[in-house]
Each structure stands twice: as C-alpha cells, then as structure tokens.
C-alpha cells in the first residue's frame, strides 16, 4: 500500500516535497517511482529510483527534481525545486518489480497510490 502526502499551491519558482510512505516490502530487487498527470493529459515518468540506488529523471525534471528512499522509513521522496506552471500534475507514486525506466506502459503490474495534487501559479 502507498500514501502520498505533500502536494500543495506554490508559486512558480517555488518548492515542494513529496512523500510517499510504503507498507513494508521485502524483495530482492524493486522500483519506486513518480509518475505525474495533468488534466486531457497522459501519465508520464518523472523519476524513478531502484533499490540499487539507481536513479532516472525525465529531461524536463533533470536537475530541479531530486528522488530518495529512505529504507528504514520506507518512504519515497521527490524534492521539488524551481517549479513551474507546466509542473501542476496529480503526482502518484509507484512500485515496479520489473522495469524501472519512464515508459509508463511498462507499470501494468504496478501498485500505486491515490495521489497528491500539485499545483503551480505563474
């Protein structure tokens, strides 16, 4: 089971956190990931984050986002700076046992959340 929690107004420049708190996990291997819609839109990757540690950022979030696992909380983070209007989205997050790139076909098998909105005023 995932919760998101920490959308929320900002203005354009601005920052977010996002959390994502997971029911405890155990397997050998595993992704977590942001995926985001926005409205007549459809979802697409953000980040996503392995349990190597390996990370994958879409180029439109390359060096404003940042993505973190925290294990022993088992929560996911996605740290938002330099927002902009083209960042409001619901953002969802998601585990993955299989692929852990942006190509949100490849999530079929995935769990996710319910969702936290964001939303950027210019």
């Known amino acids: 089971q995932l919760q998101e929690s920490g959308g929320g107004s900002v203005q354009a420049g601005g920052s977010l956190t996002l959390s994502c708190s997971a029911s405890?996990?155990?397997?050998?291997?595993?992704?977590m990931a942001w995926f985001r819609q926005a409205p007549g839109k459809e979802r697409e990757g953000v980040a996503t984050?392995?349990?190597?540690?390996?990370?994958v950022y879409a180029d439109s979030v390359q060096a404003r986002f940042t993505i973190s696992l925290d294990n022993a909380k088992n929560t996911l983070y996605l740290q938002m700076n330099s927002l902009k209007p083209e960042d409001t989205a619901m953002y969802y997050c998601?585990?993955?046992?299989?692929?852990?790139?942006?190509?949100?076909?490849?999530?079929?098998?995935?769990?996710w959340g319910q969702g936290t909105q964001v939303t950027v005023s210019s």
């Open positions: 998601g585990l993955n046992l299989v692929y852990c790139g942006l190509n949100r076909r490849l999530y079929n098998q995935a769990i």
């Open positions: 405890a996990y155990t397997a050998s291997w595993y992704c």
């Open positions: 984050i392995d349990s190597d540690g390996d990370t």
